[in-house]
């Protein structure tokens, strides 16, 4: 097995925006650059958003884009299945060893809390870890979260601490319709699938520990992985780029018959990987300018710039 093994984990729940693609770009690179294994892992959890139409489109998106895998949905490999629709055993195994409960809190019950700074949601104040509020209805299963802080060093974040207990709550991981929460799906399969290196968007920073926190309890003989939070990509106010910027999403572009190498230059300049004069490069070509260099430390974003595509 290559020493260093990273992973890009789409959810096909719709078509591929741009930021997607450039967080895609950086996780590969970041892969190569080292010599690793690149896995692709789709994240179908949710059953009511995934599509296979939206999988199969990113997948040739990603490709058309120049990147490719060692391990997926459509190339196989020796960790899979890679769609987490087909791990649900996996999940069930894991949940067996945690001590959970099951909550019949409404949804309008939780929306109804508070909402703290540290993660933007509400702590779940334990309604049901003695007994279901309302017995009868679809459960969701909550872990029983043990006391402690968890930390990590992000490669590009810093420090950062969470106390899962005070600033989260007991946490779904299963939800009442069936679907397996995220948060379990992901810890798993990337222990599963023996993920050294993570690198995904800064929206999930706040998710880091409480996977983590997770990791520990299905896994203490593991190291944990190392993470990369990359920036979310700005639109031409300087702002996170949104849909009001109009930018077309990565299948829109490759319709429209944008050439790839174009693209891949737009996105590599917003995150300043390559001069602002550059306006074609090919995937090998940017591998060779940041080998031998961490290709993610010196990250400079800047506005996406879509002219001349
Ligand atoms: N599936 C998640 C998303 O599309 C990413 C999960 C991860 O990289 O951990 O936002």
């Not at 990509?233 to 174009?262: N, Q, Y």
């Amino acid at each position: 097995m290559s020493a260093v093994r990273g992973r890009y984990a789409p959810s096909p729940t719709g078509p591929l925006h741009l930021g997607n693609a450039r967080t895609a770009l950086l996780a590969w690179l970041d892969v190569r650059a080292r010599g690793g294994a690149f896995v692709m892992r789709v994240e179908d959890v949710d059953f009511t958003r995934a599509r296979p139409e939206f999988e199969a489109r990113l997948l040739l998106d990603l490709r058309w884009l120049g990147l490719d895998w060692d391990e997926g949905p459509d190339v196989g490999g020796p960790f899979g299945p890679y769609r987490q629709s087909e791990r649900g055993d996996r999940y069930a195994a894991a949940l067996a060893r945690l001590d959970v409960y099951a909550c019949t809190c409404t949804r309008r019950e939780l929306r109804a809390l508070p909402v703290t700074s540290m993660t933007g949601e509400p702590v779940y104040p334990g309604t049901c870890r003695n007994g279901q509020s309302h017995p009868g209805r679809p459960a969701a299963i909550r872990w029983r979260v043990p006391a402690g802080e968890v930390g990590f060093v992000d490669r590009l974040c810093g420090e950062h601490h969470q106390d899962i207990v005070r600033d989260v709550g007991d946490f779904v991981l299963r939800r009442g319709d069936g679907a397996w929460a995220y948060q379990l799906a992901v810890v798993v399969d990337d222990a599963d699938m023996g993920v050294t290196d993570i690198v995904r968007g800064a929206d999930l920073l706040d998710s880091t520990p409480r996977q983590l926190h997770l990791l520990r309890a299905l896994h203490p003989e593991l190291p944990a992985p190392r993470f990369a939070h990359v920036p979310l990509i700005l639109g031409a106010g300087g702002a996170k780029l949104s849909k009001r910027d109009g930018a077309p999403d990565l299948g829109a572009l490759r319709e429209a018959g944008a050439p790839p190498a174009r693209v891949l230059a737009a996105l590599a300049r917003s995150v300043g990987l390559v001069p602002p004069d550059v306006r074609e490069v090919r995937p090998h070509e940017l591998l060779t300018a940041v080998q031998a260099d961490d290709p993610l430390a010196r990250l400079k974003p800047q506005p996406l710039d879509l002219a001349g595509l």
